[in-house]
């Protein structure tokens, strides 16, 4: 189903704001971030119930779901900043356990407990 009014990207609510910067438009655009927020959270869900057991139209009904999130410009925006942000984790060097993050353990630089001395004094 076509909508009316396309929706809005990041830039062009941006662009409102900087066009209307009075406090209605704020509180307007404080709640379309809410929104985009539910509907990021949604989306997860369906990302984790994806291998779960459901009946047939159940699984229908969540496919359906899924695509509509996915045309959603807010879905597509976060799906492309976690992509971004999972290419630079994986291109950063993280350190191998044990050598880096942990020195190595040296120890007390004496014997620990004292060797014991004997005591003079008593002759056999």
């Not at 396309?6 to 830039?11: I, K």
């Not at 910067?21 to 989306?43: D, K, M, N």
């Not at 996915?70 to 976060?78: D, F, Q, V």
């Amino acid at each position: 189903m076509a909508s009316r009014y396309p929706a809005l990207f990041h830039r062009e609510l941006r662009a409102l704001w900087d066009a209307n910067p009075c406090p209605e438009v704020r509180r307007l655009l404080w709640e379309v971030s809410r929104l985009h927020g539910r509907l990021i959270e949604a989306y997860d869900l369906l990302d984790r119930m994806r291998g779960q057991p459901v009946d047939y139209t159940v699984g229908l009904g969540l496919n359906n779901l899924r695509v509509a999130l996915e045309a959603e410009p807010a879905i597509k925006r976060e799906l492309s900043i976690r992509t971004r942000q999972a290419a630079r984790l994986a291109a950063e060097r993280r350190p191998v356990l044990g050598t880096e993050m942990f020195p190595q353990f040296v120890g007390p630089p004496w014997p620990w407990p004292p060797p014991r001395t004997p005591r003079g004094g008593r002759r056999s």
